[in-house]
């Protein structure tokens, strides 16, 4: 599959056969005064919560880390582990720490977001990595398993979960006015419909297998088994790619979105310079642990996978 194929993809008029994965909210500070009960409930369903106003502040002196030969040669993006380890940039140790305390800021406005949005998950969220993406979507050059313009949701062959859930808080820092589009695709539960009969069999021997040799961190369950196979299938699948109910979203310069990115079906198509805050939960901590891909799996199999 050519990626010119996506892109033209891309360029077309949004499908909108299917009800709006995107709810808008007007809300312009990171901290917000109230919030809605149904925007959770969007949320929890796969939906992505779009903060058109919101935007990540950059500092006069930051404007300067917008290129993207600040990412050192090599590295797909720059990140800020939880434990303080920080990569990707290229620059002296001034440099280092100039964008560090930036990406450090966003982390803060990212977790100050969900803490207001979503109380119920405070003391059981699990912050993760933040990261700042400098390079440019549409020249970005991958495998196709690595292909974000693929509408997938996230699974990763070496990371195993078990089910823990994936929150990705996003920010367009582009200063611009380059927005950055999205495919978002079809309801999870609708999509795995399709794709469960043809998945291949889990292999319990080969997942431990798997873990001996080190190919995993953890062991890969069932649930991770099917979560790859349907990234996988997806991503691999042109029929899908072209075809499937899905809305042309571009995120604007100088927004803000959020979603559960093991949910929501999602591609990057075009845009240049995003940050990324990824937290994890436990299923059973959320409001309504009934709309987790986990859930919905064992549902659909009839079986428990991990
Ligand atoms: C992804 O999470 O698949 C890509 C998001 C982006 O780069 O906009
Ligand atoms: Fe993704």
């Not at 369903?45 to 058109?52: A, H, N, Q, R, T």
């Not at 050059?141 to 990705?168: M, Y």
């Not at 309504?288 to 079986?303: E, F, H, M, N, V």
Request: hydrophobic share 40%.
């Amino acid at each position: 599959m050519s990626d010119t194929v996506l892109n033209r993809r891309a360029e077309s008029p949004a499908t909108e056969n299917f009800p709006s994965p995107i709810v808008t909210i007007d809300a312009r500070d990171w901290r917000l005064e109230t919030v809605d009960p149904a925007w959770i409930d969007a949320l929890e369903e796969g939906k992505v919560l779009y903060f058109p106003h919101l935007a990540f502040r950059l500092k006069e002196d930051e404007h300067r880390f917008l290129n993207p030969d600040i990412n050192a040669e090599g590295s797909r993006s720059i990140t800020l582990e939880t434990g303080g380890r920080f990569k990707g940039v290229a620059g002296d140790e001034a440099v280092q720490a100039a964008v560090a305390a930036m990406v450090g800021r966003f982390r803060a406005d990212a977790q100050q977001l969900v803490d207001s949005l979503l109380p119920h998950y405070r003391d059981s969220l699990r912050m993760a990595t933040t990261s700042y993406r400098p390079k440019q979507v549409e020249t970005r050059i991958q495998t196709w398993r690595a292909d974000d313009k693929r509408l997938h949701v996230d699974a990763f062959a070496g990371r195993p979960n078990h089910g823990e859930r994936i929150l990705r808080v996003f920010a367009n820092i582009n200063q611009e006015g380059v927005p950055r589009v999205w495919r978002v695709g079809e309801p999870f539960e609708e999509m795995a419909r399709k794709f469960l009969p043809r998945l291949e069999k889990y292999r319990p021997f080969h997942a431990r297998m798997q873990q001996l040799l080190r190919k995993t961190k953890k062991l890969r369950t069932e649930y991770d088994h099917l979560m790859l196979q349907l990234h996988d299938n997806m991503k691999l699948d042109e029929d899908y790619q072209r075809n499937a109910p899905q809305l042309t979203m571009p995120f604007a310069a100088g927004s803000v979105w959020v979603c559960f990115s093991d949910h929501t079906l999602h591609a990057a198509m075009s845009g240049q310079y995003m940050m990324e805050q990824t937290m994890h939960l436990q299923p059973e901590n959320q409001y309504d642990s009934t709309q987790s891909p986990l859930a919905i799996l064992q549902r659909l199999t009839g079986r428990k996978l991990v």
